[in-house]
């Protein structure tokens, strides 16, 4: 910690005497004393390689993430979400049980309607011509705040689990804002559950623990992986029913309407599960967990959804620093050419923006800040912002500047072999193809006298 300060108080003297902001002003500058410092440019080459991860963090994800979708690159991919249901509001009234005719109850519960209605914040596929199928059913087991959910965790629903309901639709994403399935089945479960529970006992927390959750499960044969957001105020299942006179008894009370049981996914423990198979696809040797591979093709690749990440290693620029011997680092960017030959177009889209975390060969990923490059901002303000690479304006290369991380690698404040390019949107399906030659640090440097 001590030397990660030290160099921090470096390099903000150093910036603010020789940094630019162009790199076409960077040349010649004087000090206070008039003698003339070098400032000095070196692009170093770095080596990569591709790295598959076999699960990645999905609770608390921002979109339930369902269907399918074959890439001939990244393979042929499906998505299942499964979460438990918070309650947002009920109205209860005990039906009149004492009034009966012949034996037989007057009143009974009716569904009027039930409704799960999903917003969509997400499209990836290139075919929205062919129908898409979901089917809901009720989750096996429940699902516990304070667990991490990995997209590989074991299915919580099989072929007994009961089917609440299912909906075969076309999405257009240039007008489609809502998907509607019914549940009448999932309201018959929510009426049972009133019949044969005594007043006493129905609350929010028994509705909720009777019934479980859902799950969004996929055909098999659909052409797009769609996203629902589970925070906003369309995204909701509603049951409405009423009491109603039972049909050829005749008795003269006010029948009750009106009734409903909202449920929302705001505060619902909630996880994707995410499978892909690789076996006819151009990434099909990527299935080592952690292991490092290469297409002997000159790219490299990135879809975080899927387990794909660029290993970038930064031993040449360790190498450099250690050839040159005393410098100060003025400025440093990164960057990474991108392909153009995979498939692209409005609803498959390259990666936003990436982070680059800190990774040994064979391990696994640490998500902290102390294993993060950090903005320039990051490092001086002692905050957790990290460095986002983002595409440049023709989307040609992903770009940023990393000035003080490398200069505290040149102070030995820290020690860093290799970098993981990682999407700030880890379960989004948006892939990227780099140019291995082509990922370098454009450094400029100053011998200091």
Known sequence: MDRICHAVLLFAIVAGLLSCEDPSEVGLSLNSEGTQIDVLYEEISLPSTNVFID?????????????????????????SAFSQLAL????????????????????????????????????HSNNFSQTQSIKVKQINDTLFNGVFYLSKFPAIVD??????????????????????????VFGEETLKFFRESSVGSISGDSIINQLRGIALIPESGNSAILGFDPAHADTKLSVYYQIKQIENV????????????????????????????????????????FESFDLDNGKVYLQSATGIY??????????????????????????????FDIVHNEYISQVDNSRFFFIKDGGNVSNSTSRVI???????????????????????????????????????????????????????MNQSVFEKSGIKLKVYYTIPN
């Open 88 to 123: 947002s509001s009920f109205t209860f009234q005990r039906k009149d049980d004492s009034l009966t005719t012949d034996g037989k109850q007057v009143f009974d519960y009716e569904i009027d309607s039930v409704i799960l209605q999903l917003r969509y914040n997400y499209f």
């Open 310 to 339: 660029p290993k970038i290693d930064i031993s040449p620029l360790k190498q450099f620093l250690a050839d040159q011997g005393n410098i100060i680092i003025n400025r440093c960017d990164i960057e990474i050419p991108a392909f």
């Open 250 to 289: 005749q008795q003269d009370s006010t029948i009750l309407d009106s009734l409903s049981v909202n449920f929302n996914f705001v505060n619902a423990v909630r996880f994707n599960a995410i499978s892909t198979d690789r076996s006819s696809s151009d990434l099909s040797i990527a299935d080592e967990n």
């Open 374 to 428: 950090l903005s320039n901002n990051g490092y001086l303000s002692n905050s957790s912002v990290p460095a986002s690479a983002v595409p440049n304006e023709d989307e040609s290369a992903y770009e940023t500047e990393i000035t003080l991380f490398t200069q505290l690698i040149n102070a030995d404040a820290i020690d860093v072999e290799k970098l993981l390019m990682v999407p700030s949107d880890i379960t989004s």
């Open 159 to 184: 072929e007994d689990s009961k089917l609440y309901g299912e909906k075969s639709f076309q999405v257009d994403p240039e007008v489609d804002t809502l998907l509607k399935i019914n549940l009448d």
């Open 55 to 79: 699960s990645l963090r999905t609770d608390a994800d921002r979109r339930l993430l369902v269907g399918q979708y074959n890439d001939p690159v990244f393979g042929n991919t499906s998505s």
